[in-house]
């Protein structure tokens, strides 16, 4: 039996190789919803199907949140096979994940009070909860206990940062950040805003450029402002969009001594709202685990 298991959602963005390698369970942040039809975000859905239905008609496109239910069935089967359970989910700002996660904690406790569950809201989403994921997954490998491995999320999220560039305006409507008619006059001026997540797991707006090599550029210059090292472990994630997210890698690669690179498709749960095109990038230098 494993001391500890490492739970997250599918807006972490963790590849499946690395998700089987250190047996991260990852389960859906969202249903999905497409004109009547019900979908599970990663499960009966791939990211590439959900952003083609974005583009057909993004208003026939909508999510809902998951029972708690499903996440109690989850943590029963964890249970199982380990002694600790740490479920990591996105921003208890931007989703009621957090929230719905405690609810099945509550009811687990009360079916299983022997199991011990910690749940961690990890403040921020795609690319950069992915690599906090990631490394709690590897403490979590090595033996460690459950408080060492909170330890290591913890210190993980201090140093972690993430920063996202949009292609287009044209779905932040989806947002509820901008009406639909101002999102479509927006989009013709082909404005690409700059994002940051905050320390309370907010998104923040930065900047703005008029073209994608200038976003580059700007995305690199504020890791450069905000990372504090030049060598940085580095996830990459990218909405239906993987020449950019090449473009975007080798431009990190020339700016930085960069320890990984990790490339994966950003979740269309929160993807539906920043649009296809749309880059996020995590980054942080290395952890002493």
Known sequence: ????MVMTDSVACIPRNLAEEYRITVVPAANIIFDGSNYIDGVTLSATEAYELIKKNPDKFTTSALNPGYFLEEYHK????SEGILHITLSAALSANYKTAGLAGEML????????LRILDSKTVASAQGLIVLATARASSQGKSLDEVIAVAEMAMKKTRGLMMLDTLRYVYRTGRMS?????IASLFNIKPINRMTEEGTIDFVDKVRNREAGYQKLVDLIKAEAGSESLHFMLTHAA???MAERFSQLLRQNFDCRRILVSEYSPVMGYGAGPGAIFVGFHPELEL
């Open 1 to 4: 039996m494993e001391k500890v």
């Open 180 to 184: 639909k008619l101002a999102s479509k």
């Open 109 to 116: 406790q009360k079916e299983s009070p022997k199991t011990v």
């Open 241 to 243: 969009a993987p020449e």
């Open 78 to 81: 964890l249970s199982q096979k």
